[in-house]
Structure formats: C-alpha cells, structure tokens
T-cell receptor, first 114, second 114 residues
Framework: DTAVSQTPKYLVTQMGNDKSIKCEQN?????MYWYKQDSKKFLKIMFS???????INETVPNRFSPKSPDKAHLNLHINSLELGDSAVYFC?????????????FGQGTRLTVV | GENVEQHPSTLSVQEGDSAVIKCTYS??????FPWYKQELGKGPQLIID?????GEKKDQRIAVTLNKTAKHFSLHITETQPEDSAVYFC?????????????FGTGTRLTIIP
C-alpha cells in the first residue's frame, strides 16, 4: 500500500502548456509538501500545506499553484510551462506536529518541457 | 534562512570499508537533522535522524553524530555493502508547529566498489 503516491511519474509537454501533478497520502498526516529536484540533484522546498492551509511558499513563481482539496491531497498546477521548469517534482508528507517527524516522499514526477 | 552544506559530493569506497559524509548548518535554532537515501528513480527515504538533545545515534551499520557547538553533523556507514550505493542527503529543520521545512544539503553520491 503506497504511502505517498503521485501521478503521473513522467510528464513530457511543450513550452507554454498548462499541466497538473497529483499527490495523495494515506498516512493521515497533517502536512504535505512539494519539493523540486533539479538536474544536479539539489532538493528545494516549494510549498507546504498544513490541514489544507498554505504555510510555506518559497518564492516560487505564481505560475505554480498548489491546491489542497483535503488534507490527504496536494496537487500542483503549473501554467505557461517554461524550459527551466524541467525537473523532478516530489510530493511529501509528515505529521508536522512541531516535533519534526519523518517526511515520507512520493516516487517523483519527472517533468520535461520541450 | 537555513543553509546546509554537504561534503563530499561523490565518494567511492571499497566494499566492507566505512564511509563518512559531513554536513554543516547555519541556523543555530535548527533542532532536527535527518539523513535521507535516494536510490535511482525513487524518492528520498529516511535512514536515520537525530535531534539536538542527543549527540550520537546508531542503528546497526549506520550512525549519526551531532556537534551543536560547531553546527555540524555526520553520517557514518560501516561495513559497506553494494546496496549502500545511492545518493545521500543530510537535512536540517526546526520545530515550528506545522511550519517545519527540511533544508537539504547538496547530496553525496556514494559508490561501493565490490
């Protein structure tokens, strides 16, 4: 039973298109995140949501819009895709109780913008 | 904000030998230091973590040490095996009730030579 699942695993699209990546966690966690991993493997947080509320937005362009319909889901919508958006996007979740608990990551979505 | 530096970026060790990866952090308020292992095509997975009230933690062949004064922490893997080959990330975070975020190091590609 997958703890954090994201779809699709691979996404190839043209510049200027709009695309979405979906994420679901079945761990009952309160906090969900989106991380971006660039070609050099550097992992950087983009957003975090706690109980459907946006908590962290790390100066991500407003072409990226996260949406959390409930605390088990955090989807990422990207408008007007650019070549520089090509990366692997990871969804993660944690209990986020202030005690700093383990973050569970999905398998990643490799986005290629051509 | 927090800044985490990680060294070395690549590390090759003979099977059976030990591997050490070092990280430094900048924010003295950080109190949680996990280590993640990322295998090819997968998301990062927690292998060990340490909190600021502890100086050392061990789990079978893996140990982590923390020096709060110097703001550095290290991962030690003993008796390395081929399946230890992966990219390893250190991270730092501080408890902020629902607002925790992991700041990752730049990663170490560990290769175990049979």
């Amino acid at each position: 039973d997958t703890a954090v699942s994201q779809t699709p695993k691979y996404l190839v699209t043209q510049m200027g298109n709009d695309k979405s990546i979906k994420c679901e966690q079945n761990l009952g966690h309160d906090t969900m995140y989106w991380y971006k991993q660039d070609s050099k493997k550097f992992l950087k947080i983009m957003f975090s949501y706690n109980n459907k509320e946006l908590i962290i937005n790390e100066t991500v362009p407003n072409r990226f819009s996260p949406k959390s319909p409930d605390k088990a889901h955090l989807n990422l919508h990207i408008n007007s895709l650019e070549l520089g958006d090509s990366a692997v996007y990871f969804c993660a979740s944690s209990q986020g109780s202030g005690l700093n608990t383990e973050a569970f990551f999905g398998q990643g979505t490799r986005l290629t913008v051509v | 904000g927090e800044n985490v530096e990680q060294h070395p970026s690549t590390l090759s060790v003979q099977e059976g030998d030990s591997a050490v990866i070092k990280c430094t952090y900048s924010d003295s308020a950080s109190n949680y230091f996990p280590w993640y292992k990322q295998e090819l095509g997968k998301g990062p997975q927690l292998i060990i973590d340490i909190r600021s009230n502890v100086g050392e933690k061990k789990d079978q062949r893996i140990a982590v040490t923390l020096n709060k004064t110097a703001k550095h922490f290290s991962l030690h893997i003993t008796e390395t095996q081929p399946e230890d080959s992966a990219v390893y990330f250190c991270a730092a975070s501080k408890a902020n009730f629902g607002n925790e975020k992991l700041t990752f190091g730049t990663g170490t590609r560990l290769t175990i030579i049979p």
